[in-house]
């Protein structure tokens, strides 16, 4: 019977032992767990999320390779239908203009535009060569003004009596360049642009591309 009492005995003083040890157990890892919390959230830094990129407006164009066409003097020019319909829309070419009054006789690297098209000529009568990333606009930009039916001159060789030559013209050696049109169809306007080079030691400019908007009312 001793032995029996016994084992209850030492049974509950068991359980109680083991239930406040547990609860010891649990306190102690509660206050890990605060101390973890604490200087995780110390040391936490914002996160930032970057703003959603803004896309480019992107324009879809018509490429035509001109394949370096070559435009000397004494050499037929060169007629660009430039949105496939069948007209003429760009005439480049060189002209011979005597001026007895100075004395010189001047080969003229021209461009000539037809009725529905259009080129951005400024106050000198110039069209002002373009770079990579410049923008062409529907209105008038860069001091040009859109004119229709023009004749403009992209550079100049000039040779006096005296013998001396002069070069004139803002596409001289320039490198690529790109000279923009606009044309006018159904009463829509499309931009595009001629991507040339004017080499006064060649005497000639050479067309490598054109590239027209296949969308109306549209800046490139």
Not at 155 to 174: H, S, Y
Not at 192 to 217: F, Q, V, Y
């Amino acid at each position: 019977l001793f032995f029996f009492f016994y084992a209850i005995l030492m049974s509950i003083l068991y359980q109680h032992l083991c239930l406040k040890l547990l609860n010891i157990i649990n306190k102690v890892f509660g206050l890990i767990v605060i101390i973890i919390i604490s200087l995780t959230s110390c040391r936490k830094t914002p996160i930032t999320i970057p703003a959603p990129l803004q896309p480019k407006p992107i324009v879809e164009m018509t490429y035509t390779n001109l394949n370096n066409r070559e435009i000397k003097y004494q050499q037929s020019g060169a007629t660009l239908d430039v949105n496939n319909d069948n007209r003429a829309d760009l005439f480049f070419g060189v002209q011979l203009v005597g001026d007895q009054i100075n004395a010189v006789d001047k080969r003229q690297f021209i461009v000539v535009s037809s009725i529905n098209t259009f080129l951005a000529v400024n106050l000198n009568e110039q069209i002002l060569p373009l770079s990579q990333n410049d923008s062409i606009k529907l209105e008038n930009f860069n001091g040009s003004n859109w004119y229709n039916a023009s004749e403009i001159i992209l550079m100049e060789r000039n040779e006096f009596a005296t013998g001396t030559i002069l070069w004139r013209g803002n596409w001289v050696d320039r490198g690529k360049r790109y000279m923009p049109f606009q044309i006018y169809k159904n009463d829509q306007r499309y931009n595009g642009w001629i991507e040339l080079t004017a080499d006064k030691e060649a005497e000639k400019i050479i067309l490598h591309r054109m590239a027209i908007s296949k969308e109306a009312e549209k800046n490139i």
